[in-house]
């Protein structure tokens, strides 16, 4: 059980250039989210899905596309990059079920510098 | 005005120490309430929640939640070395399906 795998761990990238983060799980859960790390901050959601087809924005979208095509994976594209989108990248995953609080899971992050 | 506030720090505190670790929020929809732990350059870590207003206890740490006054706290006895790391609140609504609002962080160096 590998829990929730990123990559990659690094990249750097240059203004304009586009890129897709990838994200998996192996825990069958319904729910997945992309967040944000910047320093001194804490995680802002960017998107996120409640199962395969589904997927919402979060508080900061623009710049970035997500799609849901299977219950493991949730990419994360970045259309054309931005030094705004430096940042480290946390992909997470819950169950859904009812009646009880449900863990989030993260990832171990991406960090992404764009120069 | 951001929903949810948390102390800065950085905090410092020697071996044994007790710490206290704090948010507060402005959105009355928040139920659920959590503390994650994040070492550095990993992914946060789930360490505790809490449901409604109350305390719960698990070993050295204790959260609390005090609705009507909007704030949460998380204590830590005998802190240890090992409890160096990035702490954040986050919380969410009723439906528990829905988007967590996170807090900055706290970040905690425990010396020995």
């Known amino acids: 059980n590998a829990g929730v795998t990123q990559t990659p761990k690094f990249q750097v990238l240059k203004t304009g250039q586009s890129m897709t983060l990838q994200c998996a799980q192996d825990m069958n859960h319904e729910y997945m989210s992309w967040y944000r790390q910047d320093p001194g901050m804490g995680l802002r959601l960017i998107h996120y899905?409640?199962?395969?087809?589904?997927?919402d924005q979060g508080e900061v979208p623009n710049g970035y596309n997500v799609s849901r095509s299977t219950t493991e994976d949730f990419p994360l594209r970045l259309l054309s990059a931005a030094p705004s989108q430096t940042s480290v990248y946390f992909c997470a995953s819950r169950p859904r079920l009812a009646g009880a609080y449900n863990e989030q899971f993260f990832g171990p992050g991406t960090r992404l510098t764009v120069l | 005005q951001k929903e949810v506030e948390q102390d800065p720090g950085p905090l410092s505190v020697p071996e044994g120490a007790i710490v206290s670790l704090n948010c507060t929020y402005s959105?009355?929809?928040?139920?659920?309430f959590m503390w994650y732990r994040q070492y550095s350059r990993k992914g946060p870590e789930l360490l505790m929640y809490?449901?409604?207003?109350g305390n719960k206890e698990d070993g050295r740490f204790t959260a609390q939640v005090d609705k009507s006054s909007k704030y949460i706290s998380l204590f830590i006895r005998d802190s240890q070395p090992s409890d160096s790391a990035t702490y954040l609140c986050a919380m969410s609504g009723a439906s528990n399906a829905g988007k967590s609002t996170f807090g900055d962080g706290t970040t905690l160096t425990v010396k020995p």
């Open positions: 959105n009355s929809a928040f139920q659920y």
């Open positions: 899905s409640v199962g395969a087809g589904i997927t």
């Open positions: 809490t449901y409604s207003s």
